[in-house]
């Protein structure tokens, strides 16, 4: 899956489904059990760990400035969760 495919995913995602920003709150859905799938920057200060959560993944070829981005913020975002999906389709992508 390319960069163009994540990016026009998100932003159906972003528009009309629910997500969170950062390990800490990834951490928080992935306990609550309303994580689908998460997306991680390249420069995740905790990739190791992100990596061996048991949760559908997309490893991101950029750093979490240029995942932020993609989410219209102006800030580094290393994780991006996905709760709902709304009219997206990245989670039946990655399966």
């Known amino acids: 899956m390319n ?10 995602i972003l528009n009309t489904g629910k997500v969170y920003y950062g390990v800490k709150q990834a951490r928080k859905a992935i306990d609550r059990g309303e994580a689908k799938l998460i ?3 390249d420069n995740c200060p905790e990739k190791e760990e992100v990596q061996n959560w048991n ?3 997309i490893m991101f070829d950029g750093d979490g400035i240029e995942l932020g981005a993609l989410c219209g913020k102006p800030f ?5 969760t996905i709760v709902d999906e709304g009219e997206g389709r990245l989670l039946r992508m990655v399966k």
């Open 76 to 80: 580094n975002v290393s994780v991006l």
């Open 55 to 57: 949760i559908p993944k």
């Open 39 to 41: 997306i991680v920057a």
């Open 3 to 12: 960069r163009e495919d994540i990016r026009k995913e998100l932003k159906k």
